[in-house]
């Protein structure tokens, strides 16, 4: 499928779970009560209880194949946020271990519908909210590994901006062309008032310029573009504002 993973479905399965624990830990660190700067208007529960209740709406889609209208939102009565995300992450990932990622799926991606994209999505969820958590908490976050990290810039920068802008019917207002360099990915994204187009470059493959690249570690590269970095946290070469803008468009696709 041209949207598919370029991590094994076993490895994000994986990351699902341990990103759950490093959650839940984060949150047993802090107030429920304690604000996220990150998330805007939420609590440091609101997030665990976000997280627990995306994975149960993810389950519903695989299960159900469709958009779920109804779900549990919310921990049972009695039981904590914690509690609801650890039963939610285990409900999930039992349904998406007895399925190959490559097996069709409801998802609301057409470039990938397949049982990966859930996989996918929600090992990526679970790590960016985890970030947000670790923060709020004031504690040192945990490493992204390489593989991951490069796999969630793929998908913030494909989904996200290429799928997710045209969603919403947003573009941009100037024409501007960003590369985007991690490890050894490669990614461009072409924006104009018409649309956001992004691109894959692999090795050997289209060297068009570029108006300016971003550059760093894959981790670095991946909070920053999930707007979890500051801009120290990368490189920038070239046409600042075309990297401006390409900042703004994400913050709109990924709000």
């Known amino acids: 499928m041209a949207g598919a993973s370029v991590v094994d ?3 994000l399965l994986d990351v699902i779970g341990y990103e759950v624990e490093l959650l839940a830990e984060a949150a047993r660190a802090a107030p429920p009560v304690t604000a996220v700067p990150t998330c805007p208007g939420w609590t440091l529960s609101e997030v665990v209880r976000h997280v627990g209740s995306v994975h149960r709406a993810a389950d519903h889609w695989l299960t159900e194949g469709q958009s779920p209208r109804r779900w549990q939102r919310d921990p049972a009565p009695g039981q904590t946020v914690r509690g609801y995300l650890r039963e939610s992450a285990d409900l999930l990932r039992r ?4 399925r190959d990622a490559s097996d069709r799926a409801a998802t609301w991606w057409d470039a990938d519908p397949t049982v990966g994209f859930w996989c996918r999505r ?4 679970t790590t960016v909210h985890r970030i947000d958590a670790e923060q709020a908490a004031g504690l040192a976050s945990a490493e992204i590994p390489p593989d991951i990290a490069l796999d969630g810039i793929d998908e913030v920068l494909r989904l996200w901006c290429g799928h997710r ?14 590369g985007v360099a991690a490890g050894a990915g490669r990614w461009v994204a072409d924006m104009t008032p018409e649309g ?7 090795a050997g493959g289209s060297d068009d310029p570029v108006d300016a690249v971003v550059s760093g570690e ?3 590269v991946f909070l920053w573009l999930w707007g979890r970095q500051g801009p120290g946290a990368v ?7 075309a990297v401006g803008q390409l900042w703004a468009l994400l913050r709109l696709a990924t709000r």
């Open 9 to 11: 479905h076993g490895r």
């Open 95 to 98: 349904t998406l271990a007895r």
């Open 122 to 125: 929600m090992a990526h969820e």
């Open 165 to 178: 802008l045209p969603m919403l019917g947003v573009s941009g207002t100037r024409r501007g062309s960003v």
């Open 196 to 202: 956001t187009v992004v691109r894959r470059v692999t």
């Open 218 to 220: 894959p981790a670095r």
């Open 235 to 241: 490189s920038v070469s070239g046409d600042e504002d």
